[in-house]
DNA sequence: TGAGACGCTGTTTTT
DNA sequence: CAGCGTCTCA
């Protein structure tokens, strides 16, 4: 077994222009590289040099005399395909050698547009985002006259979410309702009403949700061999990476691109699996091997990312998983310092502390590239912004809000998008809002004239407009005829729309327009950088910009100096040398919510992969008290995540921190808010039948016994729930 | 029928 | 706090 040097250091030296030895990688990793024939399954824990793996074998295929257009990269974000292709180019030393790569999302886009007419879409389909489908939704919700009644009808969030649980699990709507959404049981007949007149809606208006890419390219895939064929044979040779999180449509797309040749090898951790939410389930990666019998698993174990003490760490987390996964790291790289564990008063102290150590670092020549905030949720990073932006620190901001989400920016962009697509009913409805004296009833009569009309624009046109309105009307179909001009930009189209836009938005956003305006002018250069209006819509729902500007510099080819502030999704396959892991802290991580079981597991994998992003020094914060949205504090206190850790594999910066002491003593000076201590319950009393509150879900009755940790309790607001014994504070009720 | 005021409720992660 | 639904007035 050769041993290379290369491989043992952390610092990727394959981009440079060096070419590729064998010796760049070590057994398992070069087995997984170069294997021919077979279907390849390659079980990667955290910093095993995966990627480095998956772009060797990307070389190695062209090498072998693969045409680099007859392979396809399927990744998670677009980014990381773009980066794995441009490595893969920069082995070989031919940058011409390009790799097909994205996501199953923008490849079922490209497919889509070309073969999607044999599923009656035009070629001109719009790509609706999340708040664009949510807003369907309520369309039809009033349209059925569903909202009212007195009964409380699930939100717009939530039935959204609930057709597209179905849709990714490929289950029935009533199998969902009764698994995880029981308390919303009567409202079946309703619901599934709603999501037929969701389908077609969405099918008449040339319209497709981020489901429906998927869904219809394996349909189209599945229905139309000649179609199969063609992109099998474009296709030879499918990666896939990040498998443990694809869901079973997007297997079935790696199932069908592959049939025929079996050219495939995906690359995966079960124990970083964090998408349940959208369908995606651990377990599918150990079914690979059903769907390719002859499957070749390989399996990479050793970590040349993080020093022996992370490892320690992050070993003992997964260590508490309920399920055992099939691994066990282990590091070259002695010693290091240990985790630093560090306990603060509340978010604001959090804040400070570490914006303190982010300078102290800078001090001792770490450059910012190399530090990184992770956290649970976008709203946790909120106060430590405010920190940074004070004490001069650039950084850039992933997850959370992205800048095409906020109404303004969507606005804009629906003068756009009905010109690159004159049925998208629900741009014009927004559109036609906006008009003074317009509201939903007059925007459906409107909606309702152009249903039917050849060309919809020349109908609002000739609309029998209201005296209060005609002028405006007039007004937008003036501009709208503009944009029409052949040979237009769309940054020329953009300063159309904008210079009719502005008197809208001065009046509707009269208070904070000055704020918004500043993302009208970040939008522009955006779209500045695009010739093609087809593909400016889609990347503004494939690939959405984030809210901070710093990121548009990026994206321009110049990235500044900078650190980086990032959910814990978004930071997935990233590394860093100093990553803080904050808002460790009951209420914050794990949210609120689950104490379900099967979430409860999520959430500690997502610590893991939070903790295996570091390098060399892994620093985990959590206040002891937070704020509830509206301003009421709230026991906080150490994350049972971090509460179940040995405390001799952290430092801590502070005595009182040690997991030893869930709440610390109180410090002098401040008034202790009563922290609420966890009464277990009485297991033994816990019966069938027995009524129980838990603080969130409310009361309800115990239904079954499952196991030692689990009880599964139904709650008349909320459904059928597993709830996890050891975690959820659940009181007997006499 | 639109616009604005008021009161209630839920609450994450991403393509 | 925002994003609902409900109510009132023009």
Avoid at 537 to 546: R, S, V, Y
Avoid at 610 to 633: H, K, W
Avoid at 650 to 656: A, E, L, M, P, V
Wanted: charged share 25%; with cysteine.
């Amino acid at each position: 077994m050769q041993q290379s040097l290369f491989a043992s250091e952390n610092k990727d030296q394959v981009a440079g222009s060096e070419g590729f030895s064998r010796g760049d990688l070590n057994a398992a990793q070069l087995e997984a590289a170069t294997s021919m024939g077979v279907p390849l399954l390659v079980i990667a824990g955290a910093g095993t040099g995966k990627t480095r793996t998956l772009v060797y074998r990307m070389a190695y295929l062209i090498e072998q005399g693969v045409a680099a257009e007859n392979i396809l990269l399927l990744t998670f974000t677009r980014k990381a395909a773009q980066e794995m292709t441009e490595r893969a180019a920069a082995l070989i030393r031919d940058p011409g050698q390009r790799v097909t790569g994205g996501t199953f999302h923008s490849m079922a886009n490209i497919l889509l547009r070309k073969y999607g007419h044999h599923l009656g879409y035009a070629p001109n389909f719009t790509i609706l985002d999340r708040s664009d489908s949510e807003g369907i939704i309520n369309l039809i919700k009033s349209s059925l006259e569903l909202g009212g009644s007195g009964k409380r009808f699930p939100s717009k969030r939530v039935v959204c979410n609930l057709l597209s649980r179905s849709v990714n699990k490929c289950s029935s709507v009533e199998a969902v309702i009764e698994d995880q959404y029981s308390h919303l049981h009567e409202y079946h007949a309703e619901l599934e009403r709603i999501f037929d007149h969701y389908r077609k809606f969405k099918f008449e208006h040339g319209l497709m949700d981020y489901d429906d890419l998927l869904v219809n390219l394996r349909q189209v895939m599945t229905e139309e061999p000649q179609v199969r064929e063609e992109i099998t044979g474009r296709f030879k040779h499918v990666l896939v990476d990040e498998y443990q999180d694809t869901n079973p449509i997007q297997a079935d797309i790696v199932r069908l691109v592959a049939s025929g040749h079996n050219n495939v090898m995906v690359v995966g951790d079960d124990s970083q699996s964090i998408y349940s939410f959208r369908g995606a389930d651990f377990r599918n990666i150990m079914d690979f091997p059903k769907v390719f019998p002859e499957t070749k698993v390989v399996r990479l174990e050793e970590n040349y990312r993080s020093t022996q003490a992370i490892l320690a760490l992050t070993n003992a987390i997964i260590d508490k998983a309920e399920e055992k996964f099939t691994k066990k790291l282990f590091s070259n790289i002695e010693g290091g310092p240990k985790p630093l564990l560090q306990g603060s008063w509340d978010e604001s102290a959090q804040a400070r502390w570490v914006a303190e150590r982010i300078v102290e670092l800078q001090g001792r020549d770490v450059p910012l590239t190399e530090i990184a905030v992770l956290f649970r949720s976008g709203f946790h990073s909120y106060k430590l912004e405010l920190e940074l932006t004070n004490r001069h620190v650039v950084f850039e901001k992933r997850g959370g809000l992205k800048l095409t989400e906020s109404a303004h920016i969507k606005d804009v962009l629906a003068y756009l998008r009905v010109t690159n697509n004159p049925e998208d009913h629900l741009s014009w409805n927004r559109i036609l809002l906006l008009l003074e004296k317009v509201g939903p009833k007059t925007a459906r009569n409107v909606l309702e004239r152009i249903r039917s009309a050849e060309d919809p624009l020349l109908a609002v046109s000739e609309f029998p407009a209201g005296k209060s309105w005609q002028t405006g009307l007039k007004k937008l179909v003036e501009m709208l005829i503009s944009l029409r001009a052949p040979g237009l930009k769309p940054v020329a189209m953009f300063d159309l729309a904008i210079e009719y836009y502005r008197e809208i938005f001065e009046r509707i956003y009269h208070d904070d327009y000055p704020t918004r305006s500043r993302d009208l002018d970040q939008l522009r250069q955006l779209v500045s950088g695009y010739v093609d209006l087809q593909s400016l819509m889609d990347d503004t729902t494939l690939d959405p910009p984030e809210a901070t500007d710093e990121s548009l510099g990026g994206r321009l080819g110049m990235p500044p100096e900078q650190m980086i502030l990032s959910t814990i999704h978004s930071a997935k396959g990233l590394e860093w040398d100093h990553v803080f892991v904050i808002n460790l802290a009951t209420g914050r991580f794990p949210t609120c919510q689950p104490f379900m079981t099967q979430e409860w597991e999520e959430e500690r994998r997502m610590f893991y992969v939070a903790a295996t992003r570091a390098r060399q020094r892994l620093y985990l914060s959590y206040p002891r008290e937070v704020m509830s949205f509206d301003r009421q504090a709230q026991a906080g206190g150490m994350s049972p995540f971090l509460a179940e850790l040995s405390p001799v594999l952290f430092d801590s910066g502070d005595r009182s921190a040690a997991p030893i002491q869930r709440n610390g003593p109180s410090l002098p000076g401040r008034p202790r808010t009563p922290v609420v201590t966890r009464r277990a319950p009485d297991i033994s009393r816990l019966t069938e039948g027995a009524t129980v509150r838990h603080p969130f879900f409310g009361e309800g009755k115990v239904e079954k016994m499952a196991g030692n940790h689990s009880v599964e309790v139904f709650f008349a607001r909320h459904g059928r729930k597993t709830l996890h014994l050891d975690y959820a504070k659940l009181e007997l009720v006499d």
